[in-house]
C-alpha cells in the first residue's frame, strides 16, 4: 500500500505544481488547488512513511519523480522547452531513482 500512497503523492504534487502556472496567469481561486494538492500530496507522502517505506527512499523517488513529471507535462500542456540535455537529466533522474531503490532493497 506504501507505494499506491506514494504514486498518489507524486501525482497530486505535479498537479498542484503545474496549477502553480494557471496561479500565475489567471485567477487566484487557482492557488486553492495548488494548497489542496500540495497538503494531499504531503499527507500521501507521510501514510507511504507509515507504511514502512524508508525516508530516503520515499522522498528520493517523490522528488525526482516530481522534477520528471513536470517537465515532461509542462512540455505537453504549456509547450516549455525540452531540451536534449534536458531529456539527459531526466535520464539521471530515472538512473538515481533506481540506485536509490536498490540500495534501499534488503
Known amino acids: 500500500m506504501g507505494w499506491a500512497y506514494l504514486a498518489g503523492a507524486?501525482?497530486?504534487e505535479v498537479a498542484a505544481t503545474l496549477s502553480l502556472r494557471a496561479a500565475a496567469t489567471a485567477r487566484n481561486a487557482w492557488y486553492v488547488v495548488?494548497?489542496?494538492?500540495y497538503v494531499a500530496a504531503f499527507v500521501l507522502l507521510?501514510?507511504?512513511?507509515?507504511?514502512g517505506m524508508g525516508l530516503g527512499v520515499a522522498y528520493g523517488i517523490w522528488a525526482a519523480a516530481g522534477v520528471a513529471l513536470t517537465a515532461l507535462a509542462?512540455?505537453?500542456l504549456f509547450?516549455?522547452?525540452l531540451t536534449l540535455l534536458m531529456s539527459g537529466g531526466i535520464a539521471l533522474i530515472v538512473g538515481g531513482v533506481l540506485l536509490i531503490e536498490l540500495?534501499?532493497?534488503h
Open 10 to 12: 507524486i501525482l497530486l
Open 34 to 37: 495548488v494548497l489542496g494538492g
Open 46 to 51: 507521510s501514510l507511504a512513511l507509515a507504511e
Open 74 to 76: 509542462s512540455r505537453l
Open 79 to 81: 509547450k516549455e522547452p
Open 103 to 105: 540500495g534501499g532493497a
